[in-house]
Structure formats: structure tokens, C-alpha cells
């Protein structure tokens, strides 16, 4: 299966720029997609084949990548921002996800 | 607005069985491939089964093929999860979420998700 890493956890301060990143153990070409969970909630899409931002979610975030090494970028970062972030592939069978980063405000 | 709505978890013995429902509303479920994602307690999002929008292409990982039988009745706006055999690793939210009709029932990302129902498997 492809593994995807990410880092575990994130801290940062409001209005900053946060990078946070997703390396997959092989090539996923674009197929690479974001998600953004708060506890006790289902996942809500954000961005979809590497920089497509999905319907109603700010301009805030926007996604990067190719190949192997992606990038969710969200900037500024605002106080609701709080949260875990997964990365998901579906270039390589099976469909597999990162292992969430939390994202935590100064 | 788009709500997916799930039911039929619980707590389960190991080797029973167990079926989720997941009926959409909202949205044109009909015109949808669908899957059913699960989150086993504080882990991470495991995709388990996809169904394309005529519900003749099924798809599954490895560790629930034949055990678990993913259908759907599009007149229902209703997915469906059989699981058969259930296993102590099965304990997890199980969410339902839909995926993009343009391309394969493996290749699409997650649109819309459902807030999950826990199914738990214990003696």
C-alpha cells in the first residue's frame, strides 16, 4: 500500500502562514486530496487533486504538489483553524490517507 | 443542503453481523459512486468499500473482501453495508461519503461525508 507521512503535529499563531506537508512512499501523480477534521466531526473536503479548492471552502487554503511531496498551505491561519488535517491518495490501489496532522494556535 | 445520514451501528459480538445504512438527501444520490470510509478510536481514516452509481462495480480492501458487501437502491437514495464475520479490528466509525462520477470508483476523492456511526465488536 502507499504510505503517506505526515508530520504529527503543528503549532502556530494566528495570521501566520502554515505549511503542512504529505510524502507518499510512491508516485500518486495529482490524486493527492486534503481533508480537514475537528474532533467529534466527520471530515470535511478541502482541497481536491493537489490544488483544487472544493466548493465553500476560503481562499485561505490552497494545496501544491506532484508526484510524491504535497503541500496544504493555509494562510493566514485564523483561530477556527484548529484541527487535524489527513491527506488522501487515490492514484495507487488501495485509496489510502495520512495519519492526520494536528494543528494547534499559539 | 446535503446530509448523508448513517444507522445500524452498535455494539456486536465477534463472528455476528451487522448492516449500516447511509440515506442521502440533497443531492442527486443516483448520479454518485459512493464508499463507506472508517476511523477506528483516535486512528486515522481507512478506506474499506466503493460502489459505482449503477451499484454493478464493487470494490474492496483486502482486509473486509468477503466479509463485508457494499450495496445500493438508488430509488431509496439509500448505500448499504453488510459486514459478515465482524472482527475486534472492525471497531470504528464507520462514515459513508460520496465520490465524483467523472472518473473510476477508486480514482475520486471524498466530497460529502456523513457524521458517522461507531460499531463497536466485543464479547
Known amino acids: 500500500d502507499t504510505v503517506l507521512t505526515q508530520s504529527p503535529a503543528l503549532a502556530v499563531s494566528p495570521g501566520e502562514r502554515v505549511s503542512i506537508s504529505c510524502r507518499a512512499s510512491?508516485?500518486?501523480?495529482?490524486?493527492m486530496h486534503w481533508y480537514q477534521q475537528n474532533p467529534g466531526q466527520q471530515p470535511r473536503l478541502l482541497i481536491y487533486?493537489?490544488?483544487n479548492l472544493a466548493s465553500g471552502v476560503p481562499a485561505r487554503f490552497s494545496g501544491s504538489g506532484s508526484g510524491t511531496d504535497f503541500t496544504l498551505t493555509i494562510d493566514p491561519v485564523e483561530a477556527d483553524d484548529t484541527a487535524t488535517y489527513f491527506c488522501?491518495?487515490?492514484?495507487?490501489?488501495?485509496?489510502?490517507f495520512g495519519a492526520g496532522t494536528k494543528l494547534e494556535l499559539k | 443542503e446535503v446530509q448523508l445520514v448513517e444507522s445500524g451501528g452498535g455494539l456486536v459480538q465477534p463472528g455476528r453481523s451487522m448492516k449500516l445504512s447511509c440515506a442521502a438527501s440533497?443531492?442527486?444520490?443516483?448520479?454518485?459512486?459512493m464508499a463507506w470510509v472508517r476511523q477506528a478510536p483516535t486512528k486515522g481514516l481507512e478506506w474499506v468499500a466503493s460502489?459505482?452509481?449503477?451499484?454493478?462495480?464493487?470494490y474492496y480492501r483486502d482486509s473486509v473482501k468477503g466479509r463485508f458487501t457494499i450495496s445500493r437502491d438508488n430509488a431509496k437514495s439509500t448505500l448499504y453495508l453488510q459486514m459478515d464475520s465482524l472482527r475486534s479490528e472492525d471497531t470504528a466509525t464507520y462514515y459513508c461519503?460520496?465520490?465524483?462520477?467523472?472518473?473510476?470508483?477508486?480514482?475520486?476523492?471524498?466530497?460529502?461525508w456523513g457524521q458517522g456511526t461507531l460499531v463497536t465488536v466485543s464479547s
Open positions: 487533486k493537489t490544488s
Open positions: 440533497g443531492f442527486t444520490f443516483s448520479y454518485y459512486h
Open positions: 460502489i459505482s452509481i449503477g451499484g454493478d462495480d464493487t
Open positions: 488522501q491518495q487515490s492514484w495507487n490501489d488501495p485509496n489510502t
Open positions: 510512491e508516485g500518486v501523480t495529482s490524486y
Open positions: 461519503a460520496s465520490r465524483p462520477p467523472t472518473m473510476g470508483i477508486t480514482f475520486g476523492w471524498f466530497t460529502y
